[in-house]
């Protein structure tokens, strides 16, 4: 016990501080990638849901190109090609041949936040065709606006039936923060694997970091659960 | 229609790699800013300190290097997936990682000379009549043998004559037991080197052979109890080339200070004391 306490302690004797502050680094990360998801899903329900076959087609090849590939590969597509897409531009336009970083931190919410927009999406796109049609009628014959239509009738109830899937999309988003290790973001996987390879370790920090992982679902699970007595609260349980 | 969507996806994707070229091609010289990677998690090549520091032989190494060639160096970290992609990007200069020169590797980068090699060394417990073993020199490079490696070699070969000599199966160290004892001596291949090391504390084997990387630790402790080093250290030939400094296949004059400077850190020892400063035997190129 004492090795565990000396190498998980604080400060600069012991990793404890580096740990946490990965684990804080993840949680920013997948909540602006998962925040950034669920905006794109919108837009991307919308897309597919529209009356216009040309959107229909962009929402149905984002949906398939990004749920087809591995997450992996978006990454390193969008890390290392956008890098150097933005350096073969600033040469071509500016004439400036230097290197230039795009932010890891930027990058990985971009890329988290494509992946979790396509899942996003179809969750999205199941809670709007969950409402009943006859409500929007209903809306509609009392003489409801698109806009208070939209407020009143499709957003507390479209946001209840989501509800559970996204907190399915937002455990995939967190989990997959740990890819984003690869591009240099210190989180959880990546404090864990510098910490197990430099006191040669590793069962302690990958243990550390598995339990942080479950912190952070765990308490995600509560918040999800929260919203969904919110989301329900004018619905009687059978 | 997923078919066509994949089609364009890859085409979309080659047009952005297409569309960058990889970093252009540097002047190096004195004073010129130098960016080194390492992964900072490979003790004790290179790693971190719990304070958030990058330390280990690499990092002095670098240190010392950089003072030799005059340039202002500044050592950097990254995740070894994707640290040669990286140095191809331009995110740095030089990759000095643990990163052994291998063909493949050098199909997309360049190497600087090797700065480090750990040697195969053979072992026998302290009852064996080869304990005490030794020959005149410290260390058998296995290219270019001169005529003081070409007597330590004959005699390993005279020393295990007849005897079994254990190994574990498809590395580098069977190979060399292949090449240069096979007619001489009973090769014994096992799938893990803990059940060579049973089978050397039984009796089974005379001898095994393996990296000093490996027998050094263990060695220090109860698992290695009884076990001796004996013989030189082997690098070269059948065990590969080493570890170097990766660079850019564009950037030649850096390359030639590297290997200029690694030549000097060799010659006047720094690279001998700070390898065995860190791991404990001398695992610097020779």
């Known amino acids: 016990m004492g090795e565990w306490t000396s190498l998980l302690a604080w400060g600069d004797a012991g990793w404890g501080d580096e740990m946490v502050r990965g684990a804080l680094w993840t949680l920013v990360l997948a909540t602006v990638a998962f925040s950034l998801g669920v905006a794109i899903g919108s837009i991307g329900a919308a897309a597919k849901l529209s009356h216009l076959p040309p959107m229909r087609w962009l929402g149905q090849g984002y949906t398939t190109v990004i749920r087809g590939v591995p997450d992996l590969l978006v990454i390193y597509l969008l890390f290392f090609g956008g890098n150097q897409a933005v350096m073969a531009i600033a040469r071509g336009l500016f004439g400036y041949d230097g290197y230039i970083e795009l932010n890891a931190f930027t990058i990985g919410a971009i890329a988290l936040g494509t992946v979790s927009g396509a899942y996003s999406t179809e969750v999205i796109r199941g809670a709007v065709l969950a409402v009943p049609r006859g409500q929007i009628e209903a809306a509609r014959a009392c003489g409801m606006s698109g806009w208070l239509l939209f407020r009143r009738i499709m957003v507390p109830q479209v946001a209840r039936y989501a509800l559970p899937g996204l907190g399915n999309v937002w455990q995939l988003t967190l989990k997959d923060t740990s890819l984003i290790s690869i591009v240099g973001l210190v989180e959880i996987m990546r404090s864990a694997s510098i910490a197990s390879g430099s006191t040669q370790k590793p069962f302690i920090f990958y243990l550390c970091a598995a339990v942080l992982y479950l912190v952070l679902t765990a308490g995600s699970n509560r918040v999800f659960g929260l919203a969904e007595l919110w989301a329900n609260r004018g619905v009687r349980r059978a | 229609m997923n078919k066509k969507l994949t089609t364009l996806a890859a085409v979309a994707a080659l047009a952005v790699a297409g569309l960058a070229a990889d970093a252009s091609a540097k002047d190096f010289a004195k004073g010129s800013k130098v960016r080194i990677a390492t992964e900072g998690a490979y003790a004790p090549w290179n ?37 040669i992609p990286a140095l191809q990007a331009g995110k740095y200069d030089v990759i000095m990682a643990g990163m052994s020169i291998t063909a493949k590797r050098m199909e997309v980068i360049d190497f600087s000379r090797a700065y480090a090699q750990t040697p195969a060394v053979f072992v026998v ?59 001489d001596v009973t090769i014994k291949t096992y799938d893990t080197q803990e059940n060579l090391d049973l089978d ?36 070269g030939g059948p065990f590969g080339n080493g570890v170097g400094a990766g660079i850019r296949k564009d950037d030649k004059s850096l390359s030639a200070m590297f290997d200029k400077a690694i030549n000097a850190a060799i010659a006047d020892g720094t690279a001998k004391k700070l390898a065995v400063q860190w791991f404990g035997f001398d695992a610097s190129a020779k």
């Open chain 2, 47 to 83: 790693f971190t300190d719990s304070a958030g520091k990058l330390v280990g032989f690499e990092v002095d190494l670098a240190a010392d290097l950089c003072k030799r060639m005059e340039v202002e160096c500044e050592v950097v970290q990254q995740a070894w997936e994707g640290i």
């Open chain 2, 125 to 183: 417990t302290d009852k064996s009549p080869s304990a005490g073993f030794k020959v005149g020199v410290e260390r058998v490079t296995l290219e270019d043998v001169d005529a003081g490696e070409k007597a330590a070699l004959d005699a390993i070969v005279k020393e295990f004559k007849g005897k079994t000599v254990g190994v574990q199966i498809s590395t580098t160290h069977e190979n060399f037991l292949r090449e240069f004892l096979g007619k």
């Open chain 2, 200 to 235: 050397l504390q039984a009796g089974r084997v005379d001898a095994a052979l393996a990296s000093a990387s490996y027998w050094v630790p263990l060695l220090a402790t109860d698992k290695g109890k009884g076990m001796v080093m004996v013989g030189p250290g082997m690098t």
